[in-house]
């Protein structure tokens, strides 16, 4: 009995990881902006809770949207490691692992916002520890879900550094997307590391936003529309 090919060519690969990227893209900036930094009021722990009682709705919504995140990233990650497998199966392979290494800490991280929701919706906990006590430990696991996202960025500056490094090395991209995306990663662990080094971070957050967000924005989307116009048209599957 003979099989069809089914196959995913790197062209295939390119557009599904392009459609995956536009939907991550829509699914963050509704989840981390909208949501969690619509509804947190920095170190005011009532105010936040009272923020996510009252919006309740939305924050169950931000989560779902971290969980379809959480989904996508590994569509995404298979798929660039199909993409780039032909220029070198074994730096796409380690560039998915990091990938996948990233979205198990947001997931994991997600466990934190349900805590969240939970000690707001509920009145036994209310009743149990107090309205400061549950406001503070709202507030901290908010924190504790920012902190294991940060831990899983510095994998997924790795992976962008691996994925910049294979298109330098081997020609799999343009070399300006390349520089790009090397210059991206390293900004997210850089961030992550002045995170844990820097005692005084909050006072210069701002300055560090845009260390992380310039280069990031600027070769994630030139990324982005190099998947979807030349993405894994030169590439030959391995024999």
Known sequence: MTYPNTETTPRQAALLAGIGYV???????????????????PGDAAATAANIAESEALFRAGIVAFAAIFVIDVVVAWALYLLFRP??????????????VY??????????????????????SLVAIGAEQRDALVLMMLDAFN???????????????LLGYVILRFGAGPRVLGILLVIAGAAYVFDTLAHALASNYDDYASVFLMIVALPAVVAELGF???LFTKGGKQQQLPA
Do not use: C, K, P, Q
């Open 87 to 100: 220029a070198s199966n074994g730096l796409s392979l380690l560039a998915a692992w990091f990938r996948l």
């Open 224 to 226: 982005t529309v190099w």
């Open 147 to 161: 902190y294991g996202w940060l831990i899983g960025l510095v994998a997924f500056g790795i992976h962008l550094g």
């Open 23 to 41: 939907l991550l893209f829509v699914l963050a900036i509704f989840a981390n902006f909208m949501v969690l930094t619509g509804l947190l009021e």
């Open 103 to 124: 979205t198990v800490f947001l997931g994991v991280a997600l466990i934190f916002l349900f805590l969240a929701v939970r000690l707001v919706s509920d009145s036994e």
